[in-house]
């Protein structure tokens, strides 16, 4: 299946790229960015022909390019909603990079918008298709530690020196809050596929450091207790202003698994430790065949009609998600939650 990669940054050029090598049903058939020179840089480099290089302001010419089947936004998170509904318009599938928005109103939009136009929405989260986080999942539905009682994971690193006119990371209109929409929603989405629940109160803090260029539009640290509804609670942290961390750790009554690091690129390491058991190191395979894999399960969902297991209803789950850790951290109070993750009150 032949994607267009929109936003030719960080994440696409690094990561997502060159894994299309590895991947068994897609392909890069057009890239769209606003910098000519990587049109031709990145074009020469993949091979994509010149006519299959789109600006941002020649887009919608893509309509009528039947190499491009699918859009990958890999566009700052404040973008996608707009370039989503941008693409569904030119009747394209999309692929929409994390976080899905940066509200749930502009979520139901690319919603609605893949429904008009009768495509397919996928969220790119990643550890869906990584053999630690889905040996994580499996682990769980078999009970191997027993019922689960407490969840903890931590995410965050330290940013540079750097101000919201350099780092769209830091611009409250293309980060939302910062680090809960880049790096925490990692934690988030390892709680709710490690209990499979949805939860129903919600409680958390917020951090905006005075006088810290970083930290004039987005909080510095988030910090939230979630219960779910058979009573197993979970703490997530996540930080731009913290040594790194990345880590996920689940308790049960009869055992503990612990993930670190849990969801990055490459390096994933997990220890098993159950009731009368010694500990063990769980190799279930190599991380890098996430990328890919996510890649052609899209592909597969497309040709064969089958389910997405990521798809645009579970980016907006997770997005409402954040909003009530705001309003939590806004007024200091419990926020309860419906079984669809939207606020009760
Ligand atoms: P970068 O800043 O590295 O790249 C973003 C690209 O978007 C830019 O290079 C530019 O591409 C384009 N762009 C268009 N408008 C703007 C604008 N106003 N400001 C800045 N860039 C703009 O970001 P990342 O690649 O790190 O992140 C992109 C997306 O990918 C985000 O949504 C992020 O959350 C997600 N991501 C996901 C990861 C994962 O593991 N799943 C990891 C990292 C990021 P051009 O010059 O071609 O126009």
């Known amino acids: 299946m032949g994607f267009a990669i929109i936003g030719l940054g960080g994440y696409a050029l690094n990561q997502m790229m060159p894994r299309f ?13 606003g910098n000519p020179e990587k049109l031709k840089q990145v074009g020469d480099a993949y091979g994509v022909p010149p006519d299959a290089r789109y600006t941002y302001d020649s887009f919608d010419a893509i309509a009528d390019d039947k190499r491009v089947e699918a859009v990958y936004i890999v566009l700052p998170s404040g973008l996608h909603a707009a370039w989503t509904e941008k693409a569904f318009a030119a ?26 136009a009768k495509r397919k929405l996928m969220i790119a989260y990643r550890s869906y298709f990584e053999p630690h986080n889905r040996l994580a999942m499996a682990l769980m539905a078999q009970k191997a ?20 006119a350099q780092n769209w990371r830091l611009d409250r209109a293309l980060a939302g809050g910062g680090p809960l929409e880049d790096l925490g929603i990692y934690g988030l989405q390892a709680a709710l596929y490690l209990t499979q629940e949805v939860p129903e109160l919600i409680t958390a803090s917020t951090y905006q450091p005075e006088g810290d260029a ?53 390096g994933q390491k997990m220890r098993l430790e159950q009731a009368g058991q010694a500990g063990r190191d769980l190799t279930p395979g190599d991380p890098d065949v996430q990328f890919a894999g996510q890649l052609d399960h899209f592909a597969d969902a497309i040709r064969d009609g ?5 798809p645009g209803q579970m980016g907006l789950r997770d997005v409402r998600l954040m909003e009530a850790i705001y309003a939590s951290a806004r007024t200091g109070r419990y926020v309860r939650l419906n079984p669809d993750g939207t606020m009760l009150d």
């Not at 089958?306 to 990521?310: E, H, V």
């Open 145 to 164: 530690l027993g019922p689960l009682r407490l969840l903890r994971a931590d995410h965050s690193y330290r940013m540079g020196p750097v101000t919201p």
């Open 214 to 266: 970083r930290f004039t539009q987005i909080f510095a640290h988030v910090g939230a207790q979630l219960r779910f509804p058979s009573g197993a609670v979970a703490q997530l942290s996540t930080s731009y202003d913290a040594a790194g961390a990345n880590t996920v750790s689940a308790r049960g009554a009869t055992g503990v698994l612990t993930m670190d690091p849990a969801t990055s690129y490459s």
């Open 91 to 116: 009747g394209k599938h999309v692929l929409c990079e994390k976080p899905m928005a940066l509200s749930s109103e502009e979520c139901a939009r690319m919603i609605a918008a893949a429904e008009r």
């Open 306 to 310: 089958g389910q997405i297991k990521t």
């Open 21 to 33: 090598a590895l991947a068994q049903r897609s392909h890069i058939a057009a890239i769209v960015s």
